[in-house]
């Protein structure tokens, strides 16, 4: 008897608190898995996801394709709406790989809410939206015929636009970029945020000019040829 009052305690706990797990926790906007961990992943794909947190324990939304990342302003969540890519993307295999991004394969994006008063807001933080998983930094990598793997400082697997300046994490917006070019680069990037912010250039304008031909954009505004 006493077994069998305990066997029953024991299932009415186990039920418990299967259903509190299950219905306390609310995934966040933008999210695409929930790890083992309870954390959750943001990946747009799904090789490498949740690779430092146990594995996934389910995928959300049902899709293979993650939504648009969302970017946190401290007071209030704002969505980053679609990757926009400034051309065609019309290769993904044998790119060139150089000083420069080959366009054929990486023609740059921007996400199309981030707008100049988002990035210009004082809440505003490319951490909250940075989301280029190790699966995708690989795929590049493979893309402009690399072996995959680990560079160090030699290069950077870096954001054609920049976060800061309404970038995507698309990986028509990345390329490898070898040292110093992006250190170079991402002075530019720092510049360019606060001309956008007062004025001097308009977001668009800095995009496309960046993707284009960020050295010339780096000495028309600094005086001076980038070290790349």
Partial sequence: ?????????????????GAASSGSATPPPGATARCDDGTYSYSKHHSGTCSHHG???????????????????????????????????????HCRLGVDPDRSCSPGAYYSKLTRPVICSA?????SIRNVPESEKLDVEAEYG??????????????????????????????????PGYHAKDALENRLHSMVCTGAITLRSAQHRIASNWQALYKKVFGVAPTT
């Avoid at 008897?1 to 608190?17: E, G, H, K, P, W």
């Avoid at 809440?123 to 951490?127: A, C, H, L, V």
């Fill in 146 to 179: 690399m072996k995959p793997g680990h560079y160090g400082r030699t290069l950077e697997i870096d954001h054609i636009v920049s976060l800061e300046l309404g970038g995507s994490n698309d990986i028509a917006n990345l390329y490898p970029e070898r040292a």
């Fill in 1 to 17: 008897m006493r077994r069998t009052a305990f066997s029953l305690t024991l299932l009415l706990l186990i039920v418990l608190v």
């Fill in 55 to 93: 594995g996934v324990a389910a995928w959300l939304g049902g899709s293979s394709t993650a939504p648009a990342p969302t970017a946190d302003g401290g007071s209030s969540r704002t969505d980053v709406g679609q990757t926009v890519l400034l051309s065609p993307r019309t290769r993904t295999t």
């Fill in 123 to 127: 809440t505003f933080r490319t951490s």
